[in-house]
């Protein structure tokens, strides 16, 4: 089915798996994890300019990319989230501790957002993930704010198709069981097919 989105917005139905990449290039993907709580994901496109200068100007340019960045933030990460992805372990005496230089896991990061005609559902493959950012804040008199908590990412992509994000519509073979066997990175068809 051809995208017929005019516009898109909210986010929903983050879920989250460990990404690996074997010697011989094969990807497991981990069981899809489900985080509730979505607020925000953002995710700019890592991008760098090469200019060659001839003819006393520029003669040649081009742009190139290498993933995205950005920051997911969520109304809490849940404590089974941080030990599953982040390295965090349980003490003995209860409770989950962060600990110094853990080692993590890049994982992939599957989503949906809503759009005027359809739901729209995407897939960053191979994310790293950097540390959970709270801000503890006093609570005003009469007033309940809740807080919420960020992660920044860095989405690196399969290293072999070069895929970092991809999105799948209604009527695509992978967009009924997107969220309990998300789609591994495929070949393609040449660009504008």
């Known amino acids: 089915m051809a995208d017929t989105n005019r516009v898109e917005f909210g986010l929903e139905k983050v879920t989250i798996g460990t990404y690996e990449v074997g010697t011989d290039g094969a990807i497991t993907m981990g069981a899809p994890y489900k985080l509730a709580g979505a607020v925000s994901l953002s995710a700019d496109p890592q991008t760098s300019e090469n200019t060659f200068s001839a003819d006393n100007g520029t003669y040649w340019a081009e742009y190139s990319e290498s993933g995205f960045k950005g920051t997911l933030t969520m109304a809490r990460f849940p404590d089974e989230f941080k030990t599953k992805f ?14 110094n230089n853990p080692v993590k896991k890049n994982v992939y990061i599957a989503f949906e957002g809503k ?5 729209r559902r995407t897939i960053f ?3 790293a993930l950097g540390t959970i950012k709270k801000e503890y804040k006093t609570m005003e008199k009469n007033s309940k704010t809740p807080e919420t908590e960020s992660i920044d990412i860095t989405v690196v992509g399969d290293s072999a198709t070069g895929q970092s994000k991809f999105p799948f519509v209604p009527g695509d073979a992978a967009y009924n069981n997107f969220f309990t066997a998300p789609p591994k990175p495929l070949g393609t068809t ?3 097919v």
């Not at 982040?86 to 600990?99: E, M, Q, W, Y």
């Open 86 to 99: 982040l390295g965090a372990v349980k003490r003995t005496d209860g409770g989950i501790a962060t600990i």
């Open 115 to 119: 759009g005027d005609a359809h739901a």
């Open 125 to 127: 493959y191979n994310v």
């Open 190 to 192: 040449a660009p504008g």
